[in-house]
């Protein structure tokens, strides 16, 4: 299992994969109906779509570039478990949500789905390889663990920009 956030059962096996960027983003539909926000308390005037695993579910952090630290706690229509099943409520129009990188990225490229409050920035999340317990792995599965590890750790340190270090002596 490839879990994002919370992981289960302390009885699993956990390999931090890395960093995830998240985003909130919302559809050009729902930003032309209601407006965008330029601060994240302005999401309280806002239905803000849930994700019931994030680190902090009931309330949504931000930091923008000078470190200033904002908390807000957002309300809207919908919660759900798996970040993935909120893009059909994004894409109609029904709020914004806090999302990771992968799963929007597409629709970012193609225009379904907009950033915003692109000068304050969600804290990234973890990605862990999750296995249940137990003795030895077949090989294969030991294989195919690593692989993914690998290819996911790959796309998070692309997600995530390094950060700059110019000007800093």
Do not use: K
Request: proline residues 11%.
């Amino acid at each position: 299992e490839i879990s994002l956030g919370l992981v289960g059962s302390e009885m699993c096996i956990r390999d931090r994969i890395g960093p995830v960027r998240r985003h909130v983003v919302a559809a050009p539909s729902y930003l032309a109906a209601h407006g965008r926000p330029t601060h994240p308390s302005h999401l309280a005037e806002h239905a803000c779509l849930g994700y019931a695993y994030l680190p902090t579910p009931e309330t949504w952090r931000f930091v923008n570039a000078t470190g200033e630290e904002v908390a807000v706690r957002p309300s809207g229509p919908l919660r759900a478990n798996n970040a993935e099943a909120l893009l059909p409520a994004l894409e109609a129009g029904f709020g914004l949500a806090v999302q990771p990188d992968f799963i929007v990225r597409d629709c970012l490229a193609t225009g379904r789905l907009e950033v915003v409050l692109e000068e304050w920035s969600p804290p990234p999340v973890a990605l862990h390889l999750v296995m249940p317990p137990g003795g030895p792995r077949p090989v294969r599965v030991e294989a195919v663990a690593s692989f993914l590890a690998r290819r996911l750790a790959q796309r998070c340190a692309i997600a995530i920009p390094p950060i700059s270090t110019a000007g800093v002596s």
